[in-house]
């Protein structure tokens, strides 16, 4: 129904800049909220931030002042401005999107991960 494809990670020297994308796709109505998680070794998966309908964000306290999300309604497209990395940022980052589908309500994707890798 839907697929989420992810983009932008890589290695990047600490202090550094990185921009991921996450692009929707499929029998989407609307798109409720839309979202970054990471999982770095060792760790649970934890939000990084969020992005509702109306544009209301919440960011983990870590990234907060550092990172910034944004959506492009009308490409159902999310994307995290990440800037003055830390090699604690090191992490897979998941996007994840809550769609209103055609037929089937409300729907909870997760796109494949992409690596972002911070060097001291």
């Known amino acids: 129904q839907v697929q989420l494809v992810e983009s932008g990670g890589g290695l990047v020297q600490a202090g550094g800049s990185l921009r991921l994308s996450c692009a929707a796709s499929?029998?989407?109505?609307?798109?409720?909220?839309m979202g970054w998680y990471r999982q770095a070794p060792g760790k649970q998966r934890e939000l990084v931030a969020r992005?509702?309908?109306?544009?209301?964000?919440n960011y983990a306290d870590s990234v907060k002042g550092r990172f910034i999300i944004s959506r492009d309604n009308v490409k159902n497209a999310v994307y995290l401005q990440m800037t003055s990395l830390k090699p604690e940022d090191t992490a897979v980052y998941y996007c994840?999107?809550?769609?209103?589908?055609?037929?089937?309500?409300?729907?909870?994707?997760w796109g494949q991960g992409t690596q972002v890798t911070v060097s001291s």
């Open positions: 994840n999107v809550r769609p209103v589908l055609v037929f089937s309500g409300v729907g909870d994707y």
């Open positions: 499929g029998t989407i109505i609307r798109i409720v909220d």
């Open positions: 992005i509702t309908s109306g544009g209301n964000t």
